[in-house]
């Protein structure tokens, strides 16, 4: 491992950008004046880097992504946003991701060890956790928060303001209007929650006795009496399990939006 840094002589980096050890700018990238580059950093070729960005240590970014560009959002006008990405993260072809915007905060923040498959766009303001994946030509819009470990299918629209729950799965060609509960999985043209991830809680090694649980949760909260913030706090009440706690807590936290129900 060398700490040196490689520019490729058709690269064009501009006076202002940081680049950490070992990093590998090849060629006909672009990296603007504002962007701070981690360590071992690779940028294949044909990659822009724009605005006030950062870049995690050891990620991969492949060709003709473009990061860091201005919002698509006509309220836009030139105020100074930023966009953070974190550590490890693998971005591939064609992806976009947007700097934020002043009604939204002005910061779009993506996690650590995501993959973030070919063309799929992460726009304005919008929060993506650790360990996401996003498929193919999938689009988050503005405002979005994604939390932990959450999967969205190829071809997929996320509704801008909608928040999706950790472990969550969307099924591929799905449109999601409404907030998605950790650990579902949702499936649909107009998605619906079709049942629990039960495949992604057992890749995380969640005990058989915890999925159960989770399972007789999510059946009354899905048709249990009362209204559904109402199943929700008393769950919340009853119930020890740190998933129970991320879903009911999730269902009683701050949203613009309802919640997408089964179906």
Do not use: W
Not at 247 to 252: A, D, K, S, Y
Request: overall charge positive; hydrophobic content about 40%.
């Amino acid at each position: 491992m060398t700490s040196e840094i490689f520019i490729h002589p058709q690269a064009i980096v501009e006076a202002g950008a940081e680049l950490g050890e070992g990093c590998t700018i090849g060629p006909f990238c672009v990296v603007g004046s504002n962007v701070k580059v981690g360590n071992r950093v690779t940028l294949k070729s044909h990659v822009v880097l724009a605005g006030n960005t950062s870049i995690g240590d050891d990620t991969i970014i492949f060709p003709f992504a473009v990061i860091g560009e201005i919002s698509q959002d006509k309220k836009y006008k030139g105020e100074k946003t930023f966009l953070r990405i974190g550590a490890r993260n693998n971005i591939r072809e064609h992806v976009t991701m947007h700097t934020g915007t002043r009604g939204g905060g002005g910061l779009t923040q993506i996690g650590s060890d995501g993959l973030f498959m070919a063309g799929c766009h992460i726009a304005h303001d919008a929060t993506v956790g650790n360990h996401a994946i996003i498929a193919n030509s999938a689009a988050i819009a503005g405002h979005c928060i994604l939390e932990d470990n959450v999967i969205v299918g190829g071809l997929c629209g996320i509704h801008q303001r909608v928040r999706i729950g950790k472990g969550a799965i969307i099924g591929a060609l799905t449109m999601v209007t409404h907030d998605v509960i950790p650990y579902c999985l949702v499936q649909g043209t107009r998605g619906k929650v079709r049942g629990l991830n039960y495949v992604g809680l057992k890749r995380r090694g969640v005990s058989r006795y915890e999925i159960s649980n989770l399972t007789a949760v999510f059946e009354e909260l899905m048709k249990g009496e009362g209204t559904f913030h109402e199943r929700a706090e008393k769950l919340n009440e009853r119930e020890n399990s740190a998933y129970v706690k991320d879903m009911v807590q999730f269902i009683l936290g701050d949203s613009s939006r309802a919640f997408l129900k089964s179906g």
